[in-house]
């Protein structure tokens, strides 16, 4: 596809092309390495969507692409209508801050930074004046439910906390896509489902469109559809009657 902008009709928030990705492990015939083998999805604005797979099955190299951390060696990616994969590097991390949120299993707070400092940081570099980026920062921190943690240090909050920090970081420019990795990977199941609920209301109130990575089922069960990779290819892409809360788990 050559076309630089999907037409309105046709344009999901995600869509993602024939995306092949490869790596060169030494020379010859045999040392091509292929990550993603043509891979194609659509993500419509509003969707909760979980990518599932072992490890080496292309979720995390899809994720970077979708997330423009990383380029396909081939297909395409539109985000938001627009086919990013021409883009210039320097463009490519305007588009990141105005379009994508995203929050890791290791959190990726600064550890001599307090909370609300950490938040601001994406509005930073977006250029935003110092006293709206505090006032955006309590609030998406008050969202997340941290009032009275905002100068606390990371090393003065639980890991949970620590997480809702991260999503408050990720919601803090209002961009239309959040993007998690692992991001109940480091917590207790207790705490897991905390952060999932704040990830539902995400989803639910603030109609963020959210695709999330994990390995575990009973995380997945929050989403509304889960895609599973195998060997570089999606291999199943299914609708999912979500769980909501401890309360009403299956």
């Keep these: ?68 951390l990383d380029k396909p060696t081939s297909g395409d990616y539109f985000l938001d209508g627009n086919n990013i994969v021409n883009t210039r590097l320097d463009k490519l991390s305007e588009v990141r801050n105005a379009k994508l949120g995203f929050v890791f299993q290791g959190f990726n707070l600064i550890s001599r930074t307090s909370a609300v400092e950490n938040v601001e940081l994406p509005m930073i570099y977006k250029g935003i004046p110092a006293k709206e980026r505090r006032e955006r920062a309590m609030e998406a921190l008050k969202i997340v439910g941290l009032s009275g943690k905002e100068q606390n240090m990371p090393n003065q909050l639980s890991g949970g906390q620590q997480q809702r920090v991260a999503i408050a970081r990720a919601i803090v420019n209002d961009a239309p896509v959040i993007l998690a990795d692992e991001p109940t990977g480091n917590l207790d199941t207790k705490t897991s489902y905390e952060v999932m609920d704040f990830f539902v209301n995400l989803n639910e109130k603030m109609h963020k469109t959210i695709v999330l990575v994990t390995h575990e089922d009973d995380i997945a069960g929050y989403c509304k559809r889960i895609v599973r990779f195998k060997d570089g290819n999606i291999v199943n892409n299914t609708a999912n009657k979500p769980v909501y809360s401890l309360e009403g788990r299956q």
């Design 1 to 68: 596809m050559d076309e630089k902008i999907l037409k309105t009709a046709d344009k999901p928030l995600i869509c993602a092309k024939n995306i092949v990705k490869t790596y060169t492990t030494g020379t010859g015939e045999d040392c091509t390495f292929y990550a993603l083998k043509g891979v194609s999805l659509t993500i419509q604005n509003g969707e909760f969507v979980a990518i599932m797979g072992a490890s080496g099955s292309g979720k995390s190299t899809f994720m970077n692409i979708i997330g423009c």
